[in-house]
């Protein structure tokens, strides 16, 4: 499976973006996928996941409300809708999918907020 991310960037703080992650290879079978992020000197934190088959979304509590995560299966890609968005939100967002036993990730895309 290989994950390829893009539409990250530069806003301000209020404004939106939104991420894709286009899945090739063998995806049959893929059960979840999910965005991370990690900002400069913290660790990676789980931003959203939504399951393959019921489309069961979970949020982190520092995004609920804000973010949307969505997939399109007839071009297995998946979204990640970002709205009002804050300086805290600055990160490399990767998206990471998982398989069986393996978890698959991306190369990850910048988002970078301004205050």
């Known amino acids: 499976v290989q994950l390829v991310e893009s539409g990250g960037g530069l806003v301000q703080a209020g404004g939106s973006l939104r991420l894709s992650c286009a899945a090739s290879?063998?995806?049959?079978?893929?059960?979840?996928m999910g965005w991370y992020r990690q900002a400069p000197g913290k660790r990676r934190e789980l931003v959203a996941t939504i399951t393959t088959g019921s489309g069961i979304t979970n949020y982190a509590d520092s995004v609920k409300g804000r973010f949307t995560i969505s997939r399109d299966d007839a071009k297995n890609t998946m979204y990640l809708q970002m709205n009002s968005l804050k300086s805290e939100d600055t990160a490399v967002y990767t998206c990471?999918?998982?398989?069986?036993?393996?978890?698959?990730w991306g190369q990850g895309t910048q988002v970078t907020v301004s205050s």
């Open positions: 290879g063998i995806t049959f079978s893929i059960r979840a």
């Open positions: 990471n999918a998982k398989k069986q036993l393996y978890d698959y």
